[in-house]
């Protein structure tokens, strides 16, 4: 089940980068508002592998803009925020490690029930293995049986002291223990360690610490049409692969093909011809359209950004015969 964040969700402004620590912020941004991100986290000793990242995850300073301007999210300067540590009250860290210390336990009881159910799992398929051996084997001395029982046996195998033939396996060798009984010697309950990925709590929620809280990112002069697009449903990401500013997905890029290669330009910027040559072959070779758009105001028409984003015009250029 889906948990939902508290809102507004603290972005954390570190080196320059604005970073998502949590999984809930990461999933409720991504379902409700459209925001994929990148993920940047790796293993220390194995960078290289670039396939499964996790987090944290990176947001480009539009989307970032985009968030605070809805009042979903709000900047933080960690920096500054995490100075509240030295002040924290022993008892309030007392309390924090064994908030922790219950979840390691209950991560443990979690963890000891699967290994319990593949134990049980595995127990019961030896002794289906043993059952099936034990089957073949009664009907095999069966078999042996009846082909003795045809030949006629002399007077003195009747009355001998091995005269009876015990099929079922009647001697006095001690049977070998069960599967089942051979159980583990049950271990105390160990703790198993959790490293919380935000810092709330201890500390409090960023929205309530004006003074941590940074203003709107800086965005650059392609903000009007990543607003335009996103408000028209579109997924947006970086468009470094193919060489353009953004790539629009109609719908999550976990189950749509991206449609548009992304360019902005201002109103009254002269451009290349060559580069709408370029970028038109170049969308049409991977199956996608160029978009070429930009806000008919300036900034220095305006005094707020969405009077720009409300005049963005678009542009989509494609190759017929190719």
Known sequence: MDSTPTLP?????ISGRYLLFSIDAVTYLRREHHICGVLIGTLPQI????VFLGLPLELMPEEARLLVDKGVACIVDEAKAHDGMRSLLEEDRRQYLRELESQGQHAMRILADRKEQQREQTLRKLDEKKAKAQAAEVAKSAAGAEAAASSVPSPAEKDGPNSTLDIFGGDDKPSSPSPATLTNTPTPQQVMGITPATSYPPLPHPAS??????SKPDVPLSYPVFAHLHSHGY????GLRFGCQYVAYPGDPLRF????????????QEIDIMDIVNGGRLGTGVKKGFLLGGPQKRRDEVDAEADRIDTVRTFSIEWAGM
């Open 257 to 268: 093909h991206s449609h548009f290669l992304v360019v902005s330009a201002e109103w009254d």
């Open 235 to 238: 997924f947006l990401s970086p």
């Open 47 to 50: 960078p290289q592998q670039n």
């Open 9 to 13: 969700i603290p972005i954390s402004y």
């Open 209 to 214: 610490l004006a003074c941590e809280l940074l």
